[in-house]
């Protein structure tokens, strides 16, 4: 199940967050990274630069906040009736969507940002997103590692590949982490 985050509906507070968000993304769609400005982030969400500055620090700190709401889960995985498929089906959309030139902005600027807050959301969403794969194998039936050797297995070599070599961030090599993955925390439970 995605993580809700917690925000008073409503209040000024999430209503400027979500204009000044709303603006970023806007502005990213017809204009490039590097042509960002915070006043004209600011005009366009209807509020002053200095509410900009207080909130975020600065712009690239704002654009990673941006990009933190990128990657959260909009929907619970597809249900493909396996561990293996739906670990499967997560992985090459998750590969699919930040191979591509948005994806990996996003990626690095939540990496660049100075806020480790940040990197802690995108994990949290991991996590939950591995538990809701998980607990659905469970129902089923099903062997399920924990939710630390699905992200030590699986989420960490993808996201490391993504950073790092993008050409190794592969369908063929998610298919790998996966088996590897299943297959060693099955092997240790048979051995406990």
């Not at 889960?73 to 090459?92: F, K, S």
């Not at 991991?126 to 050797?149: C, D, H, K, W, Y």
């Amino acid at each position: 199940m995605p993580i809700k985050e917690a925000v008073r509906p409503g209040g000024r507070s999430a209503r400027v967050q979500e204009a000044v968000h709303q603006a970023v993304r806007e502005l990213q769609a017809v204009t490039s990274r590097d042509d960002l400005t915070v006043p004209q982030i600011a005009e366009r969400a209807g509020v002053t630069p200095s509410t900009i500055y207080r909130r975020w620090g600065n712009l690239a700190e704002l654009v990673a906040d941006v990009s933190v709401e990128r990657m959260r889960p909009d929907a619970d995985p597809v249900d493909t009736g396996t561990l293996t498929g739906d670990l499967q089906a997560w992985g090459e959309q998750y590969l699919e969507e930040m191979t591509s030139v948005p994806g990996q902005r996003a990626l690095n600027d939540v990496m660049a940002s100075a806020d480790c807050e940040r990197r802690e959301r995108c994990y949290r969403y991991s996590e939950s997103l591995m538990n809701t794969l998980r607990e659905r194998a469970l129902a089923r039936g099903e062997f399920a590692p924990s939710v630390s050797q699905l992200i030590d297995g699986v989420v960490a070599p993808m996201t490391y590949r993504l950073l790092y070599d993008r050409e190794s961030a592969t369908v063929d090599n998610l298919r790998g982490w996966i088996a590897r993955t299943l297959s060693s925390a099955h092997f240790r439970q048979r051995q406990d």
